[in-house]
């Protein structure tokens, strides 16, 4: 192959193994997410699996449904820094490539 269509394969392809790299430092990474100031503490990894969970429980002796509800906001903020992470390495992935206009990869 020759010419623009053979470029843009080599450029396909070398996105394909930055993408692969940036999957598997995503799936390394770790993620804190907080909720009642710290009361609440969730550790996620980049695939979306808890680590570890830290409560402050002398504070939520006698109110089981706060606790609840920032366990919930702590496991929400973690994921969403999981995503905002992805966002951020993926969107420079297809910088270099020549896509036409309107093109987006399916990340």
């Known amino acids: 192959m020759r010419g623009p269509l053979a470029g843009l394969m080599q450029q396909a392809q070398r996105m394909q193994e930055e993408l692969k790299r940036a999957q598997e430092e995503l799936a390394d990474l770790e993620v804190t997410g907080q909720a009642g100031g710290g009361l609440v503490t969730v550790v996620m990894s980049g695939r979306h699996e808890v680590r570890r ?9 006698d109110d089981a449904e706060m606790a609840e509800d920032l366990i919930a906001a702590a496991f929400n903020d973690a994921v969403n820094k999981v995503a905002e992470l992805t966002q951020q390495r993926m969107s420079g992935l297809g910088a270099g490539m020549n896509l036409p206009p309107g093109f987006k990869l399916p990340f």
């Open 53 to 61: 969970v830290a409560i402050d429980r002398k504070t939520f002796a």
